[in-house]
């Protein structure tokens, strides 16, 4: 089975996951089409990473049905889906290798036009490349003939891979955390822009981060709380308007 087919749909149905002497999600319900850009939101321990985790099939003990084109995740084989699925994560690994070889790892066919990848990078501010430097440098640390990247840069790499990648279903979980607030901000919205052609799920604790997101699940101790638009969430979530006016100081200067 392959998750790649127009009007792309994943489903999660009243999922619930345990982990010894805590319940970390319960009746989750949950629905992304392509085209759409949905956050998951909420403190830390609220369920956003477990969500990640399922939907990428590294639990199984879950209850529950998680669909994608109306097919149960449970049918996929790890093969197939691990190229239908691209993770940004906070924690990304850092590939040593060149420019080039990062943004082709996972994929199935190599990027033959290498002006998308010159345009991703400067669609994302990623201004490295120079006379000097170009795709087929090697970066990090090994050798020291090595270009070596800012941890900003590293993560700009990662989250240009993901956007060149052959994936359907693009999951964005709080990759620039290390960044201040209104950096993160202005990365979240060249993602929002960048990833309009596929299902995207965006995860952070940061609301200026995923509030131009068209729907945004706010969970609080592994349960949705309430979905919605920032404007809907704000008219009808204390919890959602006490994190906002918590954090708004952070954007002013936006």
Same mark, same amino acid.
């Given at each position: 089975?392959?998750?790649?087919?127009?009007?792309?749909?994943?489903?999660?149905?009243?999922?619930?996951?345990?982990?010894?002497?805590?319940?970390?999600?319960?009746?989750?319900?949950?629905?992304?089409?392509?085209?759409?850009?949905?956050?998951?939101?909420?403190?830390?321990?609220?369920?956003?990473?477990?969500?990640?985790?399922? @939907?990428?099939?590294?639990?199984?003990?879950?209850?529950?049905?998680? %669909?994608? =084109? !109306? +097919? &149960? $995740?449970?049918?996929?084989?790890?093969?197939?889906?691990?190229?239908?699925?691209?993770?940004?994560?906070?924690?990304?690994?850092?590939?040593?290798?060149?420019?080039?070889?990062?943004?082709?790892?996972?994929?199935?066919?190599?990027?033959?036009?290498?002006?998308? @990848?010159?345009?991703?990078?400067?669609?994302?501010?990623?201004?490295? %490349?120079? =006379? !000097? +430097? &170009? $795709?087929?440098?090697?970066?990090?640390?090994?050798?020291?003939?090595?270009?070596?990247?800012?941890?900003?840069?590293?993560?700009?790499?990662?989250?240009?891979?993901?956007?060149?990648?052959?994936?359907?279903?693009?999951?964005?979980?709080?990759?620039?955390?290390?960044?201040?607030?209104?950096?993160?901000?202005?990365?979240?919205?060249?993602?929002?822009?960048?990833?309009?052609?596929?299902?995207?799920?965006?995860?952070?604790?940061?609301?200026?981060?995923?509030?131009?997101?068209?729907?945004?699940?706010?969970?609080?101790?592994?349960?949705?709380?309430?979905?919605?638009?920032?404007?809907?969430?704000?008219?009808?979530?204390?919890?959602?308007?006490?994190?906002?006016?918590?954090?708004?100081?952070?954007?002013?200067?936006?």
């Amino acid at each position: 089975n392959t998750l790649v087919k127009e009007n792309s749909v994943l489903e999660m149905r009243n999922i619930h996951k345990s982990f010894p002497g805590v319940r970390a999600l319960q009746a989750v319900d949950f629905t992304l089409c392509e085209g759409e850009i949905h956050a998951l939101m909420g403190e830390n321990g609220a369920g956003k990473s477990t969500i990640v985790k399922l @939907i990428k099939g590294l639990y199984c003990d879950y209850e529950g049905t998680i %669909l994608i =084109n !109306d +097919i &149960n $995740l449970r049918e996929f084989s790890a093969e197939n889906f691990s190229t239908e699925v691209a993770v940004v994560s906070q924690d990304f690994s850092k590939f040593q290798v060149s420019f080039l070889e990062n943004i082709n790892l996972g994929r199935k066919h190599e990027i033959e036009d290498n002006t998308k @990848i010159l345009d991703m990078f400067e669609k994302l501010n990623f201004n490295k %490349l120079t =006379n !000097d +430097i &170009n $795709l087929n440098s090697k970066i990090g640390k090994i050798y020291p003939e090595n270009i070596d990247l800012s941890l900003g840069e590293w993560q700009k790499l990662a989250i240009s891979r993901a956007l060149l990648s052959e994936a359907s279903l693009l999951i964005f979980d709080e990759p620039t955390a290390s960044l201040d607030p209104l950096a993160e901000q202005r990365v979240y919205d060249q993602i929002l822009d960048l990833s309009r052609n596929r299902m995207s799920i965006l995860i952070s604790h940061r609301l200026g981060s995923v509030k131009s997101s068209e729907d945004i699940y706010l969970l609080e101790e592994g349960q949705v709380k309430m979905h919605g638009s920032h404007e809907k969430l704000m008219r009808n979530s204390d919890l959602y308007r006490e994190m906002y006016n918590k954090q708004k100081g952070w954007y002013q200067d936006a």
